[in-house]
């Protein structure tokens, strides 16, 4: 079983479409990430974060620690925005990895136009 | 400044041969991380090496794999006897150290796309 779910597997929306994509984990973990994997393969890191909320242009990352959740919000989506989005957990207790990423299986995001 | 590069980017092998892949950090990135993607399927950890400590081997498939690190610079991945299953694309990603708290960015490679025919 993967300890970091995500939902939906699949996605999509219309241009401007307001979109989330959950992310629920374990309890435990030291800091949660947030990444965009282009069509090309490419992995971009877009977040990181512990707590709270962290916000870069339209893309809004959110954490609930007492829930075990976390969402990405994209605001007014674009085609551009089509991509694989990658939720993934950091336990500072499991041994000497440090900043191991365990991942989620990815939602894949289609934005037509 | 530059990013983390792989080479090469794409490998086309025969089964039962070896392959190495290189992985070239960011400069004074003392971690680094391989990681595998077969296709349709989630990325999966291999292997890490952090500064001088003894690397961690806890996801590797099989004693086929195997990888080095020179000091804070370049990893080699290899691959021993290739399998059709070891295809996949092999991701390497590197950040400024692990720290206690994993709270540091981790900045991926563009990947080497393997293929065992």
């Known amino acids: 079983k993967n300890e970091v779910e995500q939902s939906p597997q699949n996605l999509t929306a219309q241009e401007g479409e307001f979109i989330t994509i959950n992310c629920s984990y374990s309890?435990?973990?030291?800091?949660l990430h947030w990444l965009q994997q282009h069509p090309g393969g490419g992995i971009v890191s877009l977040f990181m974060?512990?707590?709270g909320k962290k916000k870069h242009g339209r893309l809004i990352a959110t954490i609930n620690i007492q829930e075990k959740h976390s969402s990405l919000h994209i605001t007014a989506s674009h085609p551009r925005d089509s991509a694989v989005y990658i939720c993934?957990?950091?336990?500072?207790?499991?041994?000497?990895?440090?900043?191991?990423?365990?991942f989620g299986r990815g939602t894949q995001l289609t934005v037509w136009p | 400044g530059a990013g983390v590069s792989q080479s090469p980017s794409n490998k086309v092998t025969e089964k039962g041969k070896d392959v190495e892949l290189r992985c070239d950090p960011i400069s004074g990135h003392t971690a680094l991380y391989w990681y595998r993607q077969r296709l349709g399927q989630g990325l999966e950890f291999l292997i890490y090496f952090q500064g001088n400590s003894a690397p961690d081997k806890s996801g590797l498939p099989s004693d086929r794999f195997s990888a080095e690190r020179t000091g804070e610079s370049v990893s080699t991945l290899t691959i021993q006897r290739t399998q059709q299953e070891d295809s996949a694309v092999y991701l390497c990603a590197s950040s400024l150290e692990a720290g206690p708290w994993g709270t540091y960015e981790q900045y991926f490679g563009p990947g080497t796309r393997l293929t065992v025919t």
């Open positions: 309890v435990g973990i030291s800091a």
């Open positions: 993934a957990a950091v336990w500072a207790d499991r041994g000497s990895t440090l900043g191991r990423l365990y």
């Open positions: 974060l512990s707590s």
